[in-house]
């Protein structure tokens, strides 16, 4: 069924309801100009991650997720996005960052495939843009929930990624959030299942595909320190087992929870029933990942998106923090065994 903004907004609205989320949209965003990009330091070298302003994530369930008030309600069309592709590669990159890029990260705070948020003419714009300017680009990430995975677009986008000057790996990105099925989908809201999971990774895994997941810290209220150390613990022992199965690279991207403005956690966090997670509770978790098959890499940015004292960041983190950041620049566990 094809939805006008109307149709979109109301249901938006009706799902926001449900949810007890209370935030609002970035109506006033120039919409010729990209919601945001920071630039990460991993092993496999410079990294771009971009968020491009499009129509928000229709799924918008997500408990602790405030992601979709960074973008619009109402249809951003093609051309808009286009300009916003051309405001990076023209006004933002230098030359020098254009010739040490390696990874590209593009997001839409939602879903990059879903062509009803993001424009198939945009985002094939992008890789003719990327094509051009940067040539030893070896990873394209697409960030994307697994139901708008289409094998037919994916390999249209495979091919055009071979027509640069270095063949261009491409990267799925899907939030899987918690390991456990009854939080995963009960309490957190994700509505990602196994089977839909293991789906995917068997389609990807026959282009030679690599695979992000994003997994959060401490993502519910009720949920101890120590129980959520074993859900991410439980969960680097699962992707393993995948990755060594299917043959496929994995990625482990964990994000700490923060308290998110607009969001239940917010509520419970005021009334006192929900803390996040203490940053040695992620040094534990990431020192689980050694000797595993996948990589891991810890999300250190709230995004400018947490309450005052939300934060999984707090005061006397100082030094534990540049560790964690060390070893996402190097893969180097030594740095949290100090």
Known sequence: ?????NQFTD??????QETG????????????LPSDYWFQHPPEGLTLFLVLYTRTCRWARCLGCNLPSRESQFEVPFYDIMKQIDHIFDFVLSREQKENLRKIILSNNGSVLDEFTFSTTALIYFVA?????????????LETRPEYVDMEEL???HRALQEGKTSTNLELAVGFEAFDDRIRNEIFN?????????????????????????FMLKPVPGMSEEAAIEDIVKGINYLDTISRQHNIEINMHLNPTFVA???????????????PPKLESVQKVVLAAQWKQ????????DEGLAVSGGSFCGEGDEELLEKLQNFNQTGDFSFLKE
């Open 21 to 32: 989320k209370f935030y609002d949209f970035l109506e006033a965003h120039n919409p010729r």
């Open 190 to 214: 994700k509505g990602v299942s196994m089977e839909t999971f293991e789906s995917m990774v068997e389609k990807t895994a026959q282009y030679g595909f690599k695979l992000k997941t994003y």
């Open 294 to 301: 996948i990589s891991l890499y810890i999300g250190l940015n």
């Open 261 to 275: 403005r607009g969001t239940v956690l917010e509520t419970e966090f005021r009334k006192g029933n929900y803390k």
């Open 11 to 16: 249901i938006i609205k009706k799902i926001n």
């Open 1 to 5: 069924m094809v939805m006008d903004n």
């Open 129 to 141: 843009k990327m094509n051009m300017n940067c040539p030893n680009i070896s990873v394209l990430t």
């Open 155 to 157: 390999e249209v986008l």
